[in-house]
């Protein structure tokens, strides 16, 4: 899969990406960084990459209807530092990649995982 991850997320997670076999670059790595939400998710869709943030501006359905991405992927721990966020994500990745992304929004939470 390929996927692109925002700049609120630390990089090191497009690392673990790559070593596990995907297409990952990194908001930072392509200048887009405080890019407005409308700009980033048209590079994402233009490029057909599943977005990994923490930003619930991207999802909103209305704005941005699922159905029209590879994936958007919104991570929502309760703790915002980044040693924490890496373990959060770290934790929930390998089931996140096993649903089938194309046209969903997943967020996940310390409650659960949620698809719609």
Request: glycine residues 10%.
């Given at each position: 899969?390929?996927?692109?991850v925002d700049e609120n997320?630390?990089?090191?997670?497009?690392?673990?990406l790559r070593a596990m076999?995907?297409?990952?670059?990194?908001?930072?790595?392509?200048?887009?960084?405080?890019?407005?939400?409308?700009?980033?998710?048209?590079?994402v869709k233009a490029e057909?990459?599943?977005?990994?943030?923490?930003?619930?501006?991207?999802?909103?359905?209305?704005?941005?209807?699922?159905?029209?991405?590879?994936?958007?992927?919104?991570?929502?721990?309760?703790?915002?530092?980044?040693?924490?966020?890496?373990?959060?994500?770290?934790?929930?990745?390998?089931?996140?990649?096993?649903?089938?992304?194309?046209?969903?929004?997943?967020?996940?939470?310390?409650?659960?995982?949620?698809?719609?």
């Amino acid at each position: 899969m390929k996927f692109k991850v925002d700049e609120n997320l630390p990089c090191e997670v497009a690392a673990d990406l790559r070593a596990m076999g995907h297409d990952a670059d990194t908001v930072d790595e392509e200048g887009l960084a405080g890019t407005a939400d409308v700009g980033l998710m048209a590079h994402v869709k233009a490029e057909g990459r599943v977005i990994l943030t923490m930003d619930k501006g991207v999802a909103d359905l209305r704005a941005y209807p699922p159905d029209q991405y590879a994936g958007i992927v919104l991570f929502r721990p309760r703790s915002s530092g980044r040693g924490t966020v890496l373990d959060f994500v770290r934790q929930h990745l390998p089931t996140v990649l096993q649903y089938d992304l194309n046209g969903h929004l997943v967020v996940v939470s310390e409650t659960g995982i949620r698809m719609r």
